[in-house]
């Protein structure tokens, strides 16, 4: 009986102690963030598309999934951004300038140390405007334009005008399934034939028989950009002022 006594003392006071030792056990310290080093080079245009000399003044700031955190910066005149430590997520660079429009795009730095991004465009609005904005369409090799353009192009010098097709009235900048550029070296177009333009032709063709299409053209600066935000072409450096889209419906 008292060897029984005396196990059952030695188990509780075991237990005692494991239980002590588990409890003034240290906490193991958070395992750091993996960062990564971001690089960012922008690139300023002019209201024509021209390249600047200096891209200093454009600002961006880091939007990353998971916790919030604060990163941001601005260029000086070469256009590079480098932020040493982004913690290692995806992410977007908010890219602003009064006065620009800046491109679109997102990066993944999940399994990266270094992480470069060139050559991204900044460009100057447009401060060209269309007027007086009509279309004939014919058939499917004769789909017209008509308009001026606000004010005189300076010589020696094109103006790029991006022609956005839709199947709503509410096409914008991201908000279209087809985007051309023409280029204009005068201020008044008289039925200028669009149908053979490539993106447009192309995705007309994918259009059933009796689909109601829009179309709207918008002066622009730097012209079409590739965002892997969106998942296609952004139109960047328009003024945002768009004619009223004309509306056909496809018959072939």
């Known amino acids: 009986m008292l060897k029984q006594g005396l196990i059952i003392l030695v188990l509780i006071l ?3 102690a494991c239980k002590k030792k588990k409890d003034t056990e240290p906490t193991p ?23 600047e000399t ?27 951004l480098n932020f040493p430590n982004v913690p290692a997520r995806i992410g977007v660079p908010n890219i602003f300038k ?5 491109a679109p795009l997102m990066f993944d730095l999940t399994n990266s140390t270094s992480y470069t991004i060139s050559g991204v465009p900044v460009a100057k609005v447009s401060p060209f405007k269309i007027q007086s904005f009509t279309g004939q369409f014919v058939n499917k090799d004769s789909i017209t334009l008509s308009f001026t353009i606000d004010k005189s192009i300076p010589a020696g010098k094109l103006l790029k005008v ?10 914008s900048s991201s908000n279209h399934f087809s985007a ?64 009223s889209a004309l509306s056909y419906v496809k018959n072939w």
Not at 212 to 237: C, D, E, H, M, R
């Open 14 to 16: 075991f237990a005692f």
């Open 29 to 51: 310290e958070p395992v750091p963030e993996k960062t990564c080093a971001l690089t960012i080079e922008l690139q300023r245009y002019d209201s024509l598309g021209d390249l």
């Open 54 to 80: 200096d891209h200093s003044g454009v600002s961006v700031s880091l939007s990353l999934n998971g916790p919030v955190v604060s990163i941001s910066g601005t260029t000086t005149a070469s256009g590079i």
């Open 98 to 102: 009064s006065g620009y429009d800046g």
């Open 162 to 171: 991006a022609v956005l097709t839709g199947t709503n009235s509410g096409i």
């Open 180 to 243: 051309d550029l023409i280029f204009l070296n005068t201020t008044t177009v008289n039925k200028y034939n669009i149908a053979l333009l490539p993106s447009l032709k192309s995705k007309l063709n994918t259009l059933a028989y009796g689909t109601t299409f829009y179309i709207t053209a918008i002066p622009v600066s730097y012209g079409l950009y590739q965002s892997n935000l969106y998942g296609g072409s952004v139109v960047l450096g328009d003024n945002n002022y768009y004619p």
